[in-house]
């Protein structure tokens, strides 16, 4: 037996917790910027994904009007630190309500990193660094969906097995519902099945 649920029935914040709970596991982007004045901030937001392919695009979305956005709009760049298990507790102490004059890469105990083309500082201790020029925003009611445009990817060596990043060195996180967060876990792999190799691939005995 299924349980329905609501918008309108649970209200916003509830029905929030409840869609974070079953959109599960959320890849995490730890954005930083810099804002008009200087500023250095850095964030996690748990809405994030690949937007493009041709050109490279990376997308993350700012629940309500947080310093990311801010700083993105104003000077027009962000990067996206890879958000590893071993920085678990700086991640989430980037996610406190720090006013805008606060440098939260010194609050946090984070190393700047200069950024290869963008001014935006990088976080040191990450293992990946994504730079990205802003393409565009896009409003969605409480929220808005930043888009960015991919200028360079950064990777410490020491998570590359010959040209690719390796899971088991990279070990991301990945947010949950609640105050839940994931590590990488069992890892499988499978390969994509050819359609003219699906008639009788599956078994009527399963």
Excluded at 20 to 38: C, K
Excluded at 63 to 77: F, H, M, P
């Amino acid at each position: 037996m299924r349980v329905d649920y609501s918008p309108g029935q649970l209200g916003v914040r509830a029905f929030y917790g409840l869609l974070n709970s079953v959109v599960v596991p959320r890849p995490i982007a730890w954005v930083s910027t810099m804002s008009a004045d200087g500023i250095a901030n850095v964030a996690p937001h748990s809405f994030f994904t690949v937007s493009c392919v041709d050109p490279p695009m990376v997308q993350f979305t700012s629940v309500g009007r947080k310093d990311s956005l801010t700083n993105a709009e104003a000077t027009g760049e962000f990067v996206v630190n890879f958000a590893a298990e071993p920085l678990f507790e700086r991640i989430n102490a980037t996610a406190t309500d720090f006013p805008p004059s606060v440098d939260e890469f010194a609050a946090a105990g984070l190393t700047p990193e200069p950024g290869l083309t963008v001014a935006v500082p990088r976080v040191a201790e990450s293992p990946v660094a994504i730079e990205c020029g802003l393409h565009t925003t896009l409003e969605l009611g409480d929220s808005t969906v930043v888009i960015g445009r991919v200028r360079h990817i950064a990777v410490d060596s020491t998570v590359l097995e010959g040209d690719h990043p390796a899971i088991g060195l990279l070990r991301p996180l990945a947010r949950l519902g609640k105050d839940e967060w994931s590590t990488i876990g069992d890892v499988r792999s499978i390969s994509r099945i050819r359609y003219g190799d699906w008639p009788g691939h599956f078994s009527a005995d399963g």
